[in-house]
């Protein structure tokens, strides 16, 4: 797997978001123009480049070949979702992709399995009312733990388990309460049963922020940071 991480600059001028959408492939324009504000469209656009940048490399480094691109050099790809949302290739759909983006950061990873991506900031939330959509193992664990642990540990879990649905692609579909993750073990549980997802805590240097993956079977994990 390739993981490539990134952190953005939220003052960004319009001058310069604009000539950044110029270089976004014809899907991922569509979504950027969707945004309502400005602070979302700086993260979308600096996904979709970080995403692009990661897939030329990526493939480049599995078959030696690079992606075509039409003559203003943007990338030709088409990213198709599935019925319940989750993006991939139409081209390449042998590689397997995820972004995740909060705050300031954005990434993105490229595996030859499934695979989920999930960042998540620490901000001011319910966590005791947000814990109870969680596995009662979950409730269970978070209850024994008190202050700063207890959120520690509601932030770390909760950035598993977007990473798992992610993974899934059931993303809202996916009731929080239906599965079980372990993080000490790393390990996703459904219906009493070990399954073969795992998950994996990334280490981040900005503070403040959470970093998951979950993937299907063990790969290598390459770690990049880009500028973008």
Known sequence: MNLYLTTIDMNMTEDILQNRMSLLCANR???VLACKLKEDRIRSVSAGLLMQKGLATYRKSCCAEELPRDENGILLIEIAETQRGKPYFAEYPWIKFSIAHSGKMVGCVFGEAEVG???QEKRPCNHEKLIRRFHEKEQKKYYSLSGEDAET???RLWT????YVKYTGNGLFEDFSSFYVDLDEGTVCKNGSDITTRVQEIQVVEEGYYCMLAFEIEQKLHTFIEKI
Do not use: N, P, Q, V
């Not at 598993?160 to 990473?163: D, G, L, R, S, V």
């Open 160 to 163: 598993a388990k977007e990473a």
């Open 117 to 119: 991506l999930d960042i």
């Open 153 to 155: 540990y509601f932030f």
């Open 29 to 31: 324009l569509k979504k």
